[in-house]
């Protein structure tokens, strides 16, 4: 599975943003997708992630905040940002479980600015 990340970039602190993360499968047939993050020095963690029967699950830091959602027909997820603060400031990655498989995207960068 191919995973191709989109919509990172530079906002100022109270703005919003949407990432985009578009499968080479259709995500029907993937268990989970999420988004992570990463900062210098830090672990990635858990942003937020959807199953196939559409539970969700968010970092507190994300949650009334962030919210992810699908298009089975796009084959694509998102993860609209809104509210966003300087520490939201990290290299955002898409992930896909498989089976037992992960499968990830390239980063896309988000910058807050204060």
């Known amino acids: 599975v191919q995973l191709q990340a989109s919509g990172g970039g530079l906002v100022q602190a109270g703005g919003s943003l949407r990432l985009s993360c578009t499968a080479s499968?259709?995500?029907?047939?993937?268990?989970?997708m999420g988004w992570y993050r990463q900062t210098p020095g830090n672990q990635r963690e858990l942003v937020a992630s959807?199953?196939?029967?559409?539970?969700?699950t968010y970092a507190d830091s994300a949650k009334g905040r962030f919210t992810i959602s699908r298009d089975n027909a796009k084959n694509t997820v998102y993860l609209q940002m809104n509210s966003l603060k300087p520490e939201d400031t990290a290299v955002y990655s898409c992930?896909?479980?498989?089976?037992?498989?992960?499968?990830w995207g390239q980063g896309t960068q988000v910058t807050v600015s204060s």
């Open positions: 992930h896909a479980l498989l089976g037992s498989y992960n499968y």
């Open positions: 499968a259709r995500i029907r047939n993937i268990n989970r």
């Open positions: 959807m199953t196939t029967g559409g539970s969700t």
